[in-house]
T-cell receptor, first 112, second 115 residues
Framework: QKEVEQNSGPLSVPEGAIASLNCTYS??????FFWYRQYSGKSPELIMS??SNGDKEDGRFTAQLNKASQYVSLLIRDSQPSDSATYLC????????????WGLGTSLAVNP | KAGVTQTPRYLIKTRGQQVTLSCSPI?????VSWYQQTPGQGLQFLFE???????NKGNFPGRFSGRQFSNSRSEMNVSTLELGDSALYLC??????????????FGPGTRLTVL
């Protein structure tokens, strides 16, 4: 069974701090990785995708991928109360295995 | 570019009824995936359509079905509704241009309540 695991949280950080969200995946052939943010009662919105080992930065967000260890993380710098949401991690394979496998999400609370 | 649209946004039905939900993908996107989301269960994959063909299917009973039209718009149908079908139903579209999984863009969802 292919799985994506995330710590459910809640992860609580003070405003201005760095929030670190982690995700591990079981399928070694996974090639595409995505982070989404979902506010309560809303639909998921894409934060970032990452396909290659290493870091990818976009504004206050940095995604990190380590295929050898099968983990992907999301760092949020200068966390704001508006970042309080559930963060979903997803992994997808290639060819016939392109279907995304989703984690259950990590709840993040940024305290003013 | 307009985003993914879903109609209706809210729906209240009673047990035993059936329901049809609609999704219009982003212009140029040919793949549509449907998900069910309930508290504590995360995103549960229902099915994916590409070029009017179902390409992937999740582990849901046959009461859940879908289709895709030539303009890439998609519908899903749930027959003989059960209380447990109450959920947020999400549609996501993607371009399907890569050999690996494409980025999915979600619509606002349809909140279904079964009484």
């Amino acid at each position: 069974q292919k799985e994506v695991e995330q710590n459910s949280g809640p992860l609580s950080v003070p405003e201005g701090a760095i929030a670190s969200l982690n995700c591990t995946y079981s399928d070694r052939v996974s090639q595409s990785f995505f982070w989404y943010r979902q506010y309560s009662g809303k639909s998921p919105e894409l934060i970032m995708s990452i396909y290659s080992n290493g870091d990818k930065e976009d504004g206050r967000f940095t995604a990190q991928l380590n295929k050898a260890s099968q983990y992907v993380s999301l760092l949020i710098r200068d966390s704001q109360p508006s970042d309080s949401a559930t963060y979903l991690c997803a992994a997808g394979g290639a060819g016939n295995n392109r279907k995304l496998i989703w984690g259950l999400g990590t709840s993040l609370a940024v305290n003013p | 570019k307009a985003g993914v649209t879903q109609t209706p946004r809210y729906l209240i039905k009673t047990r035993g009824q059936q329901v049809t939900l609609s999704c219009s993908p982003i212009s140029g996107h040919r793949s549509v995936s449907w998900y069910q989301q309930t508290p504590g269960q995360g995103l549960q994959f229902l099915f994916e359509y590409f070029s009017e063909t179902q390409r992937n299917k999740g582990n849901f009973p046959g009461r859940f079905s879908g289709r895709q039209f030539s303009n890439s718009r998609s519908e899903m149908n749930v027959s003989t509704l059960e209380l447990g079908d109450s959920a947020l139903y999400l549609c996501a579209s993607s371009q399907k241009t890569r050999s690996s999984a494409d980025t999915q863009y979600f619509g606002p969802g349809t909140r279904l309540t079964v009484l």
